[in-house]
């Protein structure tokens, strides 16, 4: 029976590079983004071209019944979800408070914390009858710290960050292994950063402090920590890790006052 490796928000920065590098790894992954039905296209043709086994297809995971839906899809068509990666953000930039409406605060939610609610309770119970399963969670430095203009990102990720831990409470002993995985500064993602920023401004962090500089985390870096924490040993499992350059300040001591409001 082949291995399945579940990816909900799959864009070309962590989501697609975790596919690739399980996909080497002998796992069929299926990827799911929101929009670009292209960019979906080809990741999926990439990674079949190149000997690996890869499906997938577009959903907005805020919708109602869509996680719910896929998983019981994938369980049944495809084979047993072995690891999902839960991959979506609720990054909406800086925003005062006034500034913020309670629709974007709600979305934050259901985008950072909701979504991995819904998807536990439909796959645990599969994960638990088999004994096992890997759930990661790509995080931020919001799930740690609250920081000026991140009121709906900081709630939802440390929303996000509560929920994890007290999944592991119950599904560790099940064989379950849950990962809140902290990005503790900026990835080369062209989906997210990159659209986020702007090419102009993406293209010029990439030259002064990404490329060969190596100051933004590398997706299939991240990717690889990602495999290896599936393989750990059940008496050592790793349930926090965080990742960060090697120029960066670490969360807990970067100053907050470089903000433009
Ligand atoms: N990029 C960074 O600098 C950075 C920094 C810190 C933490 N992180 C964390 O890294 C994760 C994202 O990884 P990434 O930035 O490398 O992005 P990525 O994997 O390249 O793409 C994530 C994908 O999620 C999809 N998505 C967003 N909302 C969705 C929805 N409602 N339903 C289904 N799919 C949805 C988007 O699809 P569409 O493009 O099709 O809309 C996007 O392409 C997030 O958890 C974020 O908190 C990223």
């Not at 990835?187 to 401004?201: Q, W």
């Amino acid at each position: 029976m082949q291995n399945i490796c579940l990816i909900i928000g799959a864009g070309a920065g962590v989501g697609g590079n975790v596919a690739k590098v399980f996909a080497n790894d002998g796992y069929h992954v299926y990827l799911t983004r929101r929009s670009d039905e292209s960019g979906l296209k080809k990741l999926i043709d990439t990674i079949n071209a190149s000997g690996g086994k890869a499906s997938g297809k577009l959903m907005n995971a805020i919708k109602d019944n869509t996680i719910e839906d896929l998983i019981h899809e994938v369980e049944k068509d495809l084979g047993p979800i072995s690891v999902v990666v839960y991959n979506l953000g609720a990054q909406i930039g800086n925003k005062k408070l006034e500034d913020l409406t309670l629709k974007q605060f709600d979305l934050g939610l259901k985008m950072g914390t909701v979504g991995i609610f819904r998807l536990s309770k439909i796959l645990f119970p599969y994960m638990v009858k088999r004994g096992g399963g890997t759930l990661i969670a790509t995080s931020s430095t919001a799930s740690v710290r609250g920081n000026r203009g991140q009121h709906s990102h900081a709630a939802a990720m440390g929303a996000r960050r509560m929920l994890c831990q007290t999944l592991n409470d119950e599904f560790s002993i099940k064989g379950i292994h849950i990962v809140h995985a902290i990005i503790d500064g900026a990835v080369d993602a062209p989906d997210t950063l990159g659209k986020m920023l702007g090419p102009e401004a993406y293209e010029k962090l990439r030259k002064e402090v990404g490329l060969e500089k190596d100051g933004l985390i590398l997706p299939e870096k991240i990717a690889e920590s990602y495999l290896y924490l599936t393989k750990q040993h059940r008496s050592a499992w790793t349930h926090e890790i965080d990742f960060r350059a090697f120029s960066d300040q670490p969360w807990w001591n970067t100053a907050t006052d470089n903000y433009n409001f």
